[in-house]
């Protein structure tokens, strides 16, 4: 019997860090393909794009939130940047990773948790497909904020279904006094493909800097 593919109920019905260890442990090998490649996932590329119209060349090293099997830090690297640091829950997804060749350094813990990097270390973080529904919430904002150097550049997707729902919208009050106005911008997480689930997924491109 052929087992059958991890999709988009098992993504979002994630609860807890646990559960994404889990999730991520069985999906790593096949999730460039089995999910990226057939839903024409378009986050990490989005991200990229965004990134690279709005950096600074002292926006460095770059942080990739939930760097996964490491798209987003691939386009990164293919368009020039080359300190580029990857953090994820998820050893077997840093494994794939790290066969991409195109991260400086990956470092396996939970992000809602301290993170291992110290205060005003990261000229930039970047994130797809991680705040989302059971993944991180805004509450890793402070952290994140903590290990960015001062005027360091942010470029997150956030699900536009958990944005306020899942408390980002209230997070990004609480804290505007620590980071410049956001620039929200809407686009679609994947292009088309045959699954109309995928197809309805929002994203706000999240963009703001550290002050
Ligand atoms: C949908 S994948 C996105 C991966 C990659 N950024 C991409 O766009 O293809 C979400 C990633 O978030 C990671 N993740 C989930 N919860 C996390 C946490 N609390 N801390 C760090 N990484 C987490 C998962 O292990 C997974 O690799």
Sequence with gaps: ????????????????????????????????????LSSNYLSPAKICSFFNKHARNTDTPILDVGAGTGLVGECLNKTGNKKIIGIDISPEMLEQAKLKGCYSSLVSA??????????????????????THGHVGPDAFDELLRITKP?????????????????????????????????????????????????KIKIFASIFRKK
Excluded: C
Aim: no cysteine; hydrophobic share 35%.
């Design 151 to 199: 005027g360091g550049l942010f470029v997150l997707s956030i699900n536009s279904k958990v944005f306020i729902k899942g408390g980002f919208q209230e997070k990004f009050s609480r804290i505007k006094n620590s980071i410049s106005v956001p620039i929200f911008n809407e686009f679609k997480a994947h292009g088309n493909n045959k699954d109309e689930n995928f197809s």
């Design 1 to 36: 019997m052929s087992k059958k593919k991890i999709g988009y109920d098992d993504a979002y019905s994630l609860k807890t860090p646990e559960d994404s260890i889990k999730l991520y442990k069985k999906w790593a090998q096949a999730y460039d393909e089995d999910f990226a």
């Design 110 to 131: 939970n992000v809602t948790k301290k993170i291992p990097l110290k205060n005003n270390s990261v000229g930039a973080v970047v994130s797809a497909g991680t705040f």
